[in-house]
């Protein structure tokens, strides 16, 4: 059984609100004027810091939206790792998509086209591609540290590398796809939907994510 996390302490909570701050008035500043025309003094004045503050905390105007990239993900996983015993990892994980891409108030949903606005100025800013795929990156590999917990100590680490990657291109695939269209937030189309669908797709390769009625008529 894996450790409780520690509780915050108020410096901590701290400083995420005022990294979420930033990222916040980063996001705004990118999807009215693409990273180009926004400068790191601009981003901090927005969030009501000094610039000094903002280099605290992040090394280039680009980095500064990674926490509002990985705030989904890590909510996903701390879902994920809640996961009630005797649920089947194939279906806790889909599960666990699905609810973390479905926006159940105003907040969520502005979240989501946050990252859609960050994905379409992403297109043609390498720097700030580079901070999309790295927040992959890095919850790919904290997501192997859920598995492995949900899976249990004798699974195969090969398989937990290949599970992990699967979900993880999964929702990036999806939020990527729906980035590129006008597709509204719920119903067809939209980063839950498509997440599901592209994990079914990925999930049949890999043995640990095997469902139980693959090859079934």
Request: with cysteine; aromatic share 4%.
């Amino acid at each position: 059984m894996s450790a409780k996390p520690r509780p915050s302490t108020l410096t901590e909570r701290r400083k995420a609100a005022t990294q979420h701050d930033i990222a916040r008035a980063a996001a705004e500043l990118f999807t009215e004027r693409g990273p180009d025309d926004t400068t790191a003094e601009e981003i901090a004045l927005r969030a009501g810091v000094a610039l000094r503050t903002f280099y605290r905390y992040f090394r280039s105007k680009q980095d500064a939206v990674a926490p509002l990239l990985a705030g989904g993900a890590d909510r996903w996983r701390a879902a994920l790792a809640a996961t009630e015993p005797g649920v089947a990892l194939p279906t806790a994980l889909e599960r666990s998509i699905a609810d973390s891409l479905t926006a159940r108030d105003a907040a969520e949903e502005e979240g989501l086209r946050w990252t859609r606005g960050l994905l379409r100025a992403a297109e043609d800013d390498p720097a700030l591609r580079a901070v999309w795929y790295r927040v992959n990156q890095e919850s790919e590999e904290r997501l192997r540290l859920v598995l492995g917990g949900l899976a249990g100590p004798d699974a195969d680490p090969l398989a937990l590398r290949l599970a992990a990657a699967a979900a993880t291109d999964a929702i990036r695939i999806a939020l990527e796809t729906w980035s590129e269209s006008d597709a509204p937030t719920s119903g067809e189309g939209a980063p839950a939907d498509l997440a599901v669908r592209c994990l079914r797709e990925l999930m049949g390769g890999t043995r640990l994510l095997a469902r139980e009625d693959q090859g079934r008529s």
